[in-house]
């Protein structure tokens, strides 16, 4: 790791207290409006538990679990309540689990314990918005891809995530790029609009987000409504529905 990425890295750790984490349980709601009008009632939950090497997102809609995106030490899997469980491959060591949809301190944390390739830039730019950033590069591996509104597909896959950051090193931006094996680019933007302290913790809590295969009318928020700290986390949460 080069002399540029490492301070990235420090910058990163010091405002959002990401040295004194061990486990995250978070919550988030995603609206969705069209036009004006309401979409659908969308929640993503995050579980992270990393002396354990175990990390799961769920998707929810409308009340209902519609998918999941797991690693832990018995491998790596996507489930989803129409075609069930696919498997990914065995568990990566050392762990590094990334959900394909990676905001805030879920993002840091991965970047901070990745072994993928690291580059640094002093300037640049996500949106409207510009400061340094890191961005993590990951060849390509089986993984669910997000298809707009459809349904993710799991198809091979590269990955690059860009972190923009501002001097003292809050996150002001981040950008997903998912480049397929058939070199079809799936690109997400999420920009950090508020924050939140907890338990000595810098949490991203209002996101915007910018999705390739949404309609142009559409807007979408993404906005964390709960945060545990170290949680406790067990075995029964991440097992996968039957």
């Not at 301070?7 to 919550?27: D, F, M, V």
Request: a positive charge; hydrophobic letters at 40%.
């Amino acid at each position: 790791m080069r002399q540029d990425e490492k301070e990235l890295l420090g910058k990163i750790a010091a405002p959002h207290g990401l040295t004194t984490l061990t486990s995250l349980r978070q919550e988030a709601a995603m609206e969705v409006r069209m036009m004006g009008m309401k979409g659908p009632s969308m929640r993503t939950r995050f579980l992270f538990d990393f002396k354990n090497r175990r990390g799961r997102v769920e998707f929810w809609e409308n009340g209902k679990l519609n998918r999941i995106h797991q690693e832990t030490a018995e491998g790596r899997v996507f489930w989803t309540a129409k075609a069930g469980t696919t498997p990914l491959g065995t568990a990566k060591v050392p762990f590094d689990f990334v959900p394909n949809m990676q905001t805030g301190l879920i993002g840091l944390l991965a970047l901070s314990i990745t072994h993928d390739t690291l580059q640094a830039k002093p300037t640049d730019a996500i949106g409207k918005r510009k400061g340094s950033s890191l961005t993590r590069t990951r060849e390509a591996r089986l993984m669910p891809v997000m298809q707009g509104r459809d349904e993710p597909k799991v198809e091979q896959c590269a990955c690059a995530w860009t972190y923009l950051l501002a001097p003292d090193g809050t996150l002001l931006a981040e950008r997903v790029v998912q480049t397929t094996t058939a070199n079809k680019r799936i690109e997400q933007e999420f920009t950090y609009e508020r924050f939140e302290t907890v338990q000595g913790v810098k949490v991203p809590v209002e996101l915007g987000v910018k999705m390739d295969g949404l309609p142009k009318m559409a807007s979408v928020k993404l906005k964390v409504v709960a945060t545990e700290i170290n949680p406790t986390l067990s075995p029964d949460d991440f097992k996968l529905p039957s």
